[in-house]
């Protein structure tokens, strides 16, 4: 990470869909191996940010910079922005389900994408020993010769966690990792998003301020498109605005 | 090399014993139980087979429901047809003119090659079409570069803008609607409705007698398809076919792992269109005739009809639908099932064998959505249980999700 302070630059962007401004003016940076945490209450366009950011949805005005070459990532298709180096976790678990949870981490493992490339490819020792790696980290490990529709949903968290692992992008957008989770499920999938905060960015998504909390990061709050509040979670959770519009509920 | 399925070895060695027993019993070089119009049909068969493979790559592993795989294969046909058509008719045409005091220039013998060919529609010159219809090699390439080039094209376009399910169906019937009514015009130059006839006598060994001939193409068909399976079967092993099965099931998500599913779509899409050309170019010989017609939209919603009814995503499931099916269909239309009288109407099987598919294929997508080659997973199944173990126990997963979606 050569001097840059920030990996993913948004700044004033706007989207509507059909008149409803669904991000107005929103701006947010997060520099590499950072952890943070965008709450905010339903329709506050936490999932069109992401959406933004991976390039599903265009937005009608504003700039998305993007690592040291300041690439703009308005315009480049969604497997162009994954190969520069953002990954993304669903809010709902999506892994192949008829897969094998080895076919589904292979598939993610950092490689060349091309369709040529990918009809020769032979994973090499190293390759194979990665992705024993990751599954051991995602608590998988001897799981995976198993189709992954048969996890649970927890697991099926992981395992999309796992395929982000695989992928090794530098900034990972997270969406609502806990939800479904039992108790302890929670708490290692803290420890895991904490432990690769260490040498990525990472953005989480979430409702749950317990989940927030134990996070123990910066968090910025969105409220009608754009940012109400943005600092630790003591100080966000203190101000007014936030507690009128979102924690006061 | 990585490995290839296992049911590999199961299917060359049945396909393998087929060929034995056909050989055997056909009228060229065995005991003449298999009459050479029937081993034609056999040959026609594989040829279907290996059509229903690439149906069901595209279609079972891929996701994308083409309905114009046999505009492709009739693509095939018609480019090996202009070779055998010109070269019979170059023959002909010189044997007739070689009484003459003056030997034929290179264009007399060209103008009438023309007139022969194109007399049906009342034409002499040859169209742009027929260019290289003088030569084997640069047909035979075409029988590749047509197809492929076509689907390359439409691919590139339809995938590139996004469209997908029944949306890509139907434009992919469209491409073949609009294939089939240019070849249909005379001013095409491919002989309007007429088609090319006698595929069936080959340049060459015109003096083979037809059951030579036969099972010639019988084994080249065989070859062919025991080929295609083991190409295909090694494209969808591996991360091929794991990416191509992830597009199939959510192409959203596969973007999001960066790769780029518009280059995979017309990569696979391309690369069987290109195997239904060469199963064309093998058939058409066979059954000697060729029009438009069979590039209909229809030919190909049959052979999406095969790859249900023998189970998609899984290529023997492919093959054992397309072979059972038209084996089946020969016999109910060629007169061989009896019909049934039921007192106040007869059931001619003529008529009623398309009901009879029709219905078939409902009830088969309905209530055995894994096809004819599920029948293959019973076996397995039973052999193989004792090899597994207890159960892994009930999956709570559904009902997470569902507490998660509220």
Same mark, same amino acid.
């Given at each position: 990470?050569?001097?840059?302070?920030?990996?993913?630059?948004?700044?004033?962007?706007?989207?509507?869909?059909?008149?409803?401004?669904?991000?107005?003016?929103?701006?947010?940076?997060?520099?590499?191996?950072?952890?943070?945490?965008?709450?905010?209450?339903?329709?506050?366009?936490?999932?069109?940010?992401?959406?933004?950011?991976?390039?599903?949805?265009?937005?009608?005005?504003?700039?998305?910079?993007?690592?040291?070459?300041?690439?703009?990532?308005?315009?480049?298709?969604?497997?162009?922005?994954?190969?520069?180096?953002?990954?993304?976790?669903?809010?709902?678990?999506?892994?192949?389900?008829?897969?094998?949870?080895?076919?589904?981490?292979?598939?993610?493992?950092?490689?060349?994408?091309?369709?040529?490339?990918?009809?020769?490819?032979?994973?090499?020792?190293?390759?194979?020993?990665?992705?024993?790696?990751?599954?051991?980290?995602?608590?998988?490990?001897?799981?995976?010769?198993?189709?992954?529709?048969?996890?649970?949903?927890?697991?099926?968290?992981?395992?999309?966690?796992?395929?982000?692992?695989?992928?090794?992008?530098?900034?990972?957008?997270?969406?609502?990792?806990?939800?479904?989770?039992?108790?302890?499920?929670?708490?290692?999938?803290?420890?895991?998003?904490?432990?690769?905060?260490?040498?990525?960015?990472?953005?989480?998504?979430?409702?749950?301020?317990?989940?927030?909390?134990?996070?123990?990061?910066?968090?910025?709050?969105?409220?009608?498109?754009?940012?109400?509040?943005?600092?630790?979670?003591?100080?966000?959770?203190?101000?007014?605005?936030?507690?009128?519009?979102?924690?006061?509920? | 090399?990585?490995?290839?399925?296992?049911?590999?070895?199961?299917?060359? /060695?049945?396909?393998?014993?087929?060929?034995?027993?056909?050989?055997?019993?056909?009228?060229?070089?065995?005991?003449?139980?298999?009459?050479?119009?029937?081993?034609?049909?056999?040959?026609?068969?594989?040829?279907?087979?290996?059509?229903?493979?690439?149906?069901?790559?595209?279609? /079972?592993?891929?996701?994308?429901?083409?309905?114009?795989?046999?505009?492709?294969?009739?693509? @095939?046909?018609?480019?090996?047809?202009?070779?055998?058509?010109?070269?019979?008719?170059?023959?002909?045409?010189?044997?007739?003119?070689?009484?003459?005091?003056?030997?034929?220039?290179?264009?007399?013998?060209?103008?009438?090659?023309?007139?022969?060919?194109?007399?049906?529609?009342?034409?002499?010159?040859?169209?742009?079409?027929?260019?290289?219809?003088?030569?084997?090699?640069?047909?035979?390439?075409?029988?590749?570069?047509?197809?492929?080039?076509?689907?390359?094209?439409?691919?590139?376009?339809?995938?590139?803008?996004?469209?997908?399910?029944?949306?890509?169906?139907?434009?992919?019937?469209?491409?073949?609607?609009?294939?089939?009514?240019?070849?249909?015009?005379?001013?095409? @130059?491919?002989?309007?409705?007429?088609?090319?006839? @006698?595929?069936?006598?080959?340049?060459?060994?015109?003096?083979?007698?037809?059951?030579?001939?036969?099972?010639?193409?019988?084994?080249?068909?065989?070859?062919?398809?025991?080929?295609?399976?083991?190409?295909?079967?090694?494209?969808?092993?591996?991360?091929?076919?794991?990416?191509?099965?992830?597009?199939?099931?959510?192409?959203?998500?596969?973007?999001?792992?960066?790769?780029?599913?518009?280059?995979?779509?017309?990569?696979?899409?391309?690369?069987?269109?290109?195997?239904?050309?060469?199963?064309?170019?093998?058939?058409?010989?066979?059954?000697?005739?060729?029009?438009?017609?069979?590039?209909?939209?229809?030919?190909?919603?049959?052979?999406?009809?095969?790859?249900?009814?023998?189970?998609?995503?899984?290529?023997?499931?492919?093959?054992?639908?397309?072979?059972?099916?038209?084996?089946?269909?020969?016999?109910?239309? /060629? /007169?061989?099932?009896?019909?049934?009288?039921?007192?106040?109407?007869?059931?001619?099987?003529?008529?009623?064998?398309?009901?009879?598919?029709?219905?078939?294929?409902?009830?088969?997508?309905?209530?055995?959505?894994?096809?004819?080659?599920?029948?293959?997973?019973?076996?397995?199944?039973?052999?193989?249980?004792?090899?597994?173990?207890?159960?892994?126990?009930?999956?709570?997963?559904?009902?997470?999700?569902?507490?998660?979606?509220?």
């Amino acid at each position: 990470m050569s001097g840059s302070t920030r990996l993913l630059e948004v700044s004033g962007v706007s989207v509507t869909f059909d008149g409803f401004r669904a991000i107005n003016n929103l701006s947010f940076a997060i520099g590499p191996a950072e952890m943070r945490a965008v709450i905010g209450p339903n329709g506050a366009g936490k999932t069109t940010f992401m959406d933004i950011v991976t390039g599903k949805t265009r937005p009608d005005t504003g700039r998305v910079i993007w690592g040291d070459e300041n690439i703009s990532l308005i315009g480049m298709s969604e497997a162009r922005i994954a190969r520069a180096g953002i990954g993304r976790k669903f809010q709902r678990p999506t892994v192949f389900e008829e897969q094998s949870v080895r076919d589904n981490l292979t598939m993610a493992l950092k490689a060349d994408r091309g369709p040529f490339k990918v009809l020769f490819w032979k994973p090499s020792a190293e390759e194979r020993a990665k992705v024993e790696d990751i599954a051991d980290t995602i608590g998988l490990a001897g799981q995976l010769d198993r189709t992954s529709g048969e996890l649970s949903h927890g697991q099926k968290q992981w395992l999309e966690i796992g395929m982000l692992l695989a992928q090794d992008p530098q900034l990972l957008l997270v969406d609502e990792p806990a939800a479904g989770m039992t108790p302890a499920e929670r708490e290692h999938t803290t420890d895991l998003l904490k432990s690769l905060a260490k040498h990525h960015a990472v953005v989480v998504v979430e409702h749950d301020m317990e989940f927030v909390r134990r996070l123990d990061c910066k968090v910025t709050v969105l409220h009608e498109g754009s940012v109400l509040a943005e600092g630790s979670i003591d100080h966000v959770t203190k101000n007014q605005e936030v507690i009128d519009v979102y924690l006061g509920r | 090399m990585r490995a290839l399925p296992s049911s590999v070895p199961w299917f060359l /060695g049945i396909l393998g014993l087929v060929v034995l027993a056909v050989t055997v019993m056909s009228e060229a070089v065995g005991t003449g139980l298999i009459s050479t119009s029937f081993l034609k049909v056999l040959g026609m068969t594989l040829c279907f087979c290996l059509a229903a493979l690439a149906m069901d790559v595209v279609w /079972g592993y891929c996701g994308i429901l083409s309905l114009g795989h046999m505009a492709f294969f009739g693509l @095939g046909g018609y480019a090996i047809g202009m070779w055998l058509m010109y070269a019979r008719t170059e023959i002909i045409v010189a044997a007739n003119l070689a009484g003459r005091a003056i030997p034929p220039t290179e264009a007399e013998l060209r103008d009438a090659i023309g007139s022969q060919i194109f007399g049906v529609v009342g034409a002499s010159d040859f169209p742009w079409v027929w260019g290289f219809a003088h030569s084997l090699p640069l047909q035979l390439a075409m029988v590749v570069v047509v197809p492929g080039l076509i689907a390359l094209v439409f691919g590139w376009l339809a995938f590139r803008s996004r469209v997908t399910g029944v949306y890509l169906s139907i434009l992919t019937q469209a491409m073949t609607l609009a294939l089939s009514l240019w070849f249909f015009q005379n001013d095409s @130059g491919l002989r309007g409705n007429n088609g090319l006839s @006698g595929l069936q006598n080959i340049p060459g060994f015109l003096d083979a007698p037809q059951a030579a001939v036969a099972l010639a193409f019988f084994l080249a068909s065989a070859l062919a398809l025991a080929l295609g399976y083991v190409f295909f079967a090694w494209v969808v092993s591996g991360k091929m076919g794991s990416v191509i099965r992830a597009i199939r099931d959510d192409e959203a998500r596969v973007r999001f792992l960066g790769y780029p599913v518009e280059g995979f779509k017309l990569f696979v899409f391309t690369l069987t269109a290109i195997v239904a050309g060469i199963a064309g170019a093998l058939y058409y010989p066979q059954a000697g005739i060729i029009n438009p017609g069979e590039m209909a939209p229809i030919a190909s919603i049959y052979l999406a009809v095969w790859v249900a009814i023998g189970g998609r995503g899984r290529l023997y499931g492919a093959v054992i639908g397309a072979a059972f099916v038209s084996l089946v269909s020969t016999w109910f239309t /060629g /007169g061989g099932a009896p019909d049934i009288d039921l007192g106040f109407y007869r059931v001619d099987w003529v008529d009623w064998w398309l009901v009879l598919l029709g219905v078939s294929f409902v009830l088969v997508t309905i209530f055995a959505p894994k096809g004819l080659g599920g029948l293959v997973d019973l076996w397995t199944e039973r052999r193989g249980r004792d090899r597994h173990g207890a159960d892994l126990g009930p999956d709570q997963g559904a009902l997470r999700e569902r507490e998660a979606g509220e």
